[in-house]
Protein backbone atom coordinates (compact mmCIF):
# COMPACT_ATOMS: atom_id res chain seq x y z
CA UNK A 1 0.00 0.00 0.00
CA UNK A 2 1.41 3.16 -1.20
CA UNK A 3 1.37 5.76 1.81
CA UNK A 4 -0.29 8.50 -0.35
CA UNK A 5 -2.83 7.33 -2.98
CA UNK A 6 -4.02 9.10 -5.96
CA UNK A 7 -6.69 8.35 -8.63
CA UNK A 8 -4.40 8.55 -11.80
CA UNK A 9 -6.71 9.89 -13.84
CA UNK A 10 -7.12 11.82 -15.98
CA UNK A 11 -10.64 13.23 -14.53
CA UNK A 12 -12.30 15.25 -17.26
CA UNK A 13 -14.53 17.95 -16.45
CA UNK A 14 -16.50 20.68 -18.40
CA UNK A 15 -15.64 24.19 -18.13
CA UNK A 16 -17.92 25.64 -15.05
CA UNK A 17 -18.10 22.51 -13.16
CA UNK A 18 -16.77 21.65 -9.79
CA UNK A 19 -13.87 19.11 -9.86
CA UNK A 20 -13.18 16.77 -6.94
CA UNK A 21 -10.00 15.05 -6.23
CA UNK A 22 -9.45 12.60 -3.76
CA UNK A 23 -6.40 11.49 -2.03
CA UNK A 24 -5.78 9.07 1.03
CA UNK A 25 -3.10 8.35 3.41
CA UNK A 26 -2.06 6.06 5.55
CA UNK A 27 0.03 7.18 8.20
CA UNK A 28 -2.64 8.08 11.21
CA UNK A 29 0.40 10.56 12.76
CA UNK A 30 0.34 12.47 9.77
CA UNK A 31 -0.08 16.39 10.26
CA UNK A 32 -0.05 18.63 7.57
CA UNK A 33 -1.62 18.40 4.34
CA UNK A 34 -0.83 20.21 0.90
CA UNK A 35 -1.90 19.99 -2.67
CA UNK A 36 0.37 20.90 -5.00
CA UNK A 37 -0.33 21.90 -9.01
CA UNK A 38 1.53 20.58 -11.46
CA UNK A 39 1.58 21.72 -15.18
CA UNK A 40 3.46 19.77 -17.77
CA UNK A 41 6.97 20.24 -17.97
CA UNK A 42 7.11 22.70 -15.02
CA UNK A 43 7.46 22.19 -11.39
CA UNK A 44 4.85 21.83 -8.15
CA UNK A 45 3.19 24.88 -6.83
CA UNK A 46 1.44 24.75 -3.47
CA UNK A 47 -2.09 26.02 -3.94
CA UNK A 48 -3.86 24.40 -0.18
CA UNK A 49 -2.63 23.60 2.94
CA UNK A 50 -4.56 22.39 5.55
CA UNK A 51 -3.93 21.01 8.89
CA UNK A 52 -7.16 20.42 10.69
CA UNK A 53 -10.32 18.33 10.05
CA UNK A 54 -13.21 20.35 8.35
CA UNK A 55 -12.99 22.39 5.41
CA UNK A 56 -10.66 25.79 4.03
CA UNK A 57 -11.93 27.99 1.65
CA UNK A 58 -9.56 29.96 -0.61
CA UNK A 59 -11.05 31.82 -3.81
CA UNK A 60 -12.22 29.07 -6.02
CA UNK A 61 -10.38 25.95 -3.93
CA UNK A 62 -11.35 24.35 -1.08
CA UNK A 63 -9.69 21.60 0.41
CA UNK A 64 -11.47 19.00 3.09
CA UNK A 65 -9.41 17.04 5.97
CA UNK A 66 -10.93 14.18 7.61
CA UNK A 67 -8.51 12.24 9.78
CA UNK A 68 -10.41 9.66 11.27
CA UNK A 69 -11.38 8.47 7.55
CA UNK A 70 -7.48 9.31 6.38
CA UNK A 71 -8.05 11.43 3.11
CA UNK A 72 -8.36 14.73 2.12
CA UNK A 73 -9.65 16.16 -0.80
CA UNK A 74 -9.62 19.57 -3.04
CA UNK A 75 -12.44 21.14 -4.47
CA UNK A 76 -12.40 23.64 -7.55
CA UNK A 77 -15.37 25.27 -8.13
CA UNK A 78 -15.87 27.08 -11.70
CA UNK A 79 -12.89 24.85 -13.37
CA UNK A 80 -11.54 26.85 -15.69
CA UNK A 81 -9.12 25.12 -18.90
CA UNK A 82 -6.29 26.79 -16.91
CA UNK A 83 -6.72 24.34 -14.33
CA UNK A 84 -6.00 21.38 -16.66
CA UNK A 85 -2.95 20.30 -14.34
CA UNK A 86 -1.72 17.79 -12.57
CA UNK A 87 -2.50 17.62 -8.59
CA UNK A 88 -0.32 16.11 -6.03
CA UNK A 89 -1.44 15.57 -2.71
CA UNK A 90 1.57 16.14 -0.13
CA UNK A 91 1.30 14.52 3.52
CA UNK A 92 3.65 15.70 6.18
CA UNK A 93 4.98 13.38 8.37
CA UNK A 94 7.18 15.50 11.04
CA UNK A 95 9.84 17.00 8.46
CA UNK A 96 9.51 14.03 5.69
CA UNK A 97 6.63 15.61 2.90
CA UNK A 98 5.35 12.21 0.85
CA UNK A 99 3.89 13.06 -2.32
CA UNK A 100 1.01 11.44 -4.17
CA UNK A 101 1.67 10.31 -7.92
CA UNK A 102 -0.87 12.98 -8.78
CA UNK A 103 -4.21 13.33 -10.61
CA UNK A 104 -4.38 14.73 -14.22
CA UNK A 105 -7.35 17.20 -14.74
CA UNK A 106 -8.43 18.57 -17.97
CA UNK A 107 -11.14 21.07 -18.29
CA UNK A 108 -12.56 21.18 -21.01
CA UNK A 109 -14.07 24.35 -23.19
CA UNK B 1 12.12 38.33 -4.96
CA UNK B 2 14.11 35.72 -6.74
CA UNK B 3 12.39 32.17 -6.61
CA UNK B 4 14.46 28.77 -6.46
CA UNK B 5 17.61 28.39 -9.73
CA UNK B 6 18.36 25.80 -10.71
CA UNK B 7 21.03 24.67 -13.70
CA UNK B 8 21.54 22.91 -15.89
CA UNK B 9 17.97 22.66 -16.99
CA UNK B 10 18.69 19.93 -19.08
CA UNK B 11 21.15 17.66 -19.54
CA UNK B 12 22.43 14.37 -21.64
CA UNK B 13 24.47 12.08 -20.60
CA UNK B 14 26.19 8.78 -21.16
CA UNK B 15 25.83 5.81 -18.52
CA UNK B 16 28.87 5.55 -16.25
CA UNK B 17 29.31 9.47 -16.28
CA UNK B 18 29.40 11.58 -13.68
CA UNK B 19 26.77 14.86 -13.46
CA UNK B 20 25.98 17.40 -11.01
CA UNK B 21 23.43 19.74 -10.67
CA UNK B 22 23.10 22.90 -8.74
CA UNK B 23 20.54 24.59 -6.88
CA UNK B 24 20.49 28.64 -5.44
CA UNK B 25 17.46 28.70 -2.63
CA UNK B 26 15.51 31.21 -1.65
CA UNK B 27 17.08 34.03 0.03
CA UNK B 28 16.82 33.29 3.34
CA UNK B 29 15.74 29.88 3.03
CA UNK B 30 17.61 27.73 5.50
CA UNK B 31 16.01 24.26 4.63
CA UNK B 32 17.08 22.93 1.17
CA UNK B 33 15.64 19.90 -0.44
CA UNK B 34 16.73 17.72 -3.18
CA UNK B 35 13.89 15.63 -4.97
CA UNK B 36 13.84 13.25 -7.85
CA UNK B 37 10.82 13.16 -10.29
CA UNK B 38 9.76 10.60 -12.25
CA UNK B 39 7.38 10.67 -15.24
CA UNK B 40 3.51 10.35 -13.87
CA UNK B 41 5.05 10.10 -10.46
CA UNK B 42 5.00 12.58 -7.53
CA UNK B 43 8.16 13.79 -5.96
CA UNK B 44 10.38 11.66 -3.96
CA UNK B 45 12.54 13.56 -1.59
CA UNK B 46 16.57 12.32 -1.55
CA UNK B 47 17.73 14.64 1.00
CA UNK B 48 17.13 17.53 2.75
CA UNK B 49 19.34 20.37 4.61
CA UNK B 50 18.97 22.65 7.56
CA UNK B 51 21.49 25.11 6.81
CA UNK B 52 25.18 23.07 5.97
CA UNK B 53 23.80 20.08 7.90
CA UNK B 54 22.22 17.01 5.66
CA UNK B 55 19.46 15.81 8.45
CA UNK B 56 17.20 13.19 6.20
CA UNK B 57 19.35 11.67 3.86
CA UNK B 58 17.64 7.86 4.29
CA UNK B 59 16.40 7.72 0.60
CA UNK B 60 19.98 8.86 -1.08
CA UNK B 61 21.52 6.26 -2.84
CA UNK B 62 25.00 6.92 -1.33
CA UNK B 63 26.99 4.38 -3.27
CA UNK B 64 26.25 6.78 -6.32
CA UNK B 65 24.79 9.87 -5.52
CA UNK B 66 26.23 12.59 -3.22
CA UNK B 67 25.66 16.49 -2.33
CA UNK B 68 26.93 18.95 -0.49
CA UNK B 69 25.66 22.57 1.10
CA UNK B 70 28.41 24.49 1.70
CA UNK B 71 27.85 27.81 3.76
CA UNK B 72 24.43 26.53 4.01
CA UNK B 73 23.28 28.40 0.80
CA UNK B 74 24.03 26.81 -2.76
CA UNK B 75 23.61 23.00 -2.64
CA UNK B 76 24.97 20.75 -5.60
CA UNK B 77 24.08 17.14 -5.96
CA UNK B 78 25.99 14.52 -7.67
CA UNK B 79 25.43 11.42 -9.24
CA UNK B 80 28.92 9.27 -10.17
CA UNK B 81 28.70 6.50 -12.15
CA UNK B 82 25.37 7.56 -13.95
CA UNK B 83 22.77 4.32 -14.66
CA UNK B 84 19.99 4.70 -17.47
CA UNK B 85 17.96 4.52 -14.43
CA UNK B 86 18.88 7.71 -12.93
CA UNK B 87 16.92 9.53 -16.04
CA UNK B 88 14.27 11.29 -14.10
CA UNK B 89 13.65 15.40 -13.20
CA UNK B 90 16.17 16.28 -10.42
CA UNK B 91 13.88 19.18 -8.07
CA UNK B 92 15.63 21.42 -5.43
CA UNK B 93 13.34 23.52 -3.16
CA UNK B 94 13.68 25.81 -0.41
CA UNK B 95 11.57 26.62 2.68
CA UNK B 96 11.50 28.88 5.59
CA UNK B 97 12.09 27.01 9.02
CA UNK B 98 9.19 29.22 10.96
CA UNK B 99 8.93 26.47 13.70
CA UNK B 100 5.83 24.71 12.59
CA UNK B 101 7.28 21.42 13.21
CA UNK B 102 7.67 20.72 9.43
CA UNK B 103 4.96 22.67 7.24
CA UNK B 104 6.70 25.03 5.97
CA UNK B 105 5.46 25.91 2.97
CA UNK B 106 8.20 24.08 -0.05
CA UNK B 107 9.29 26.36 -2.84
CA UNK B 108 10.20 24.53 -5.94
CA UNK B 109 13.12 25.35 -8.77
CA UNK B 110 12.44 24.77 -12.37
CA UNK B 111 13.82 20.95 -12.02
CA UNK B 112 16.82 19.71 -14.32
CA UNK B 113 16.12 17.39 -16.49
CA UNK B 114 18.72 14.34 -16.49
CA UNK B 115 18.84 11.63 -19.93
CA UNK B 116 20.99 8.64 -19.36
CA UNK B 117 21.76 7.30 -22.81
Known amino acids: QKEVEQNSGPLSVPEGAIASLNCTYS??????FFWYRQYSGKSPELIMS????GDKEDGRFTAQLNKASQYVSLLIRDSQPSDSATYLC?????????FGAGTRLFVKA | EAGVVQSPRYKIIEKKQPVAFWCNPI?????LYWYLQNLGQGPELLIR????????DSQLPKDRFSAERLKGVDSTLKIQPAELGDSAVYLC???????????????FGPGTRLTVL
Open chain 2, 93 to 107: ASSLDSGTGGADTQY
Open chain 1, 27 to 32: DRVSQS
Open chain 1, 50 to 53: IYSN
Open chain 1, 90 to 98: AVNRGFKTI
Open chain 2, 27 to 31: SGHNT
Open chain 2, 49 to 56: YENEEAVD
